[in-house]
């Protein structure tokens, strides 16, 4: 799905509502120094619109983006799980947990030692 970036008209609104100022730190900003931001990312359902844009600094806008890559991997997971492409991992085949945190052998229904759950992996 491509993009949806803003119309100029929508993107020079959003522009002159900042008035100069950065809309999530309020630095100032000089002219063409602020960079037009969806806040909810398109990828998940944001609007070219200008309730859904506003004018940040680039500082702001390099950390909301790390920010919304980490969301919009985490939807896309979701998503593939719920159809059926990602399956779940199985914890391990021989080993159960208890509802008090105790590991135990599924065939001979004894407690695992402290140590062997804490340093091998499983």
Known sequence: M???EFPRKVRLAIIQRANGRCEAC???????EGEVDHILPD???GKPEQANGRLICRVCHKAKTAHDINRIRKADRQRDRQNGALKKK???GNLRKKMNG???DRRTGQPLSRS???DTPL
């Open 2 to 4: 491509p993009r949806m």
């Open 116 to 118: 062997l759950t804490k």
């Open 90 to 92: 199985p914890w391990h």
């Open 43 to 45: 990828a998940l359902g």
């Open 26 to 32: 309020e630095a100032v900003l000089k002219v063409g």
């Open 102 to 104: 105790e590991v135990v």
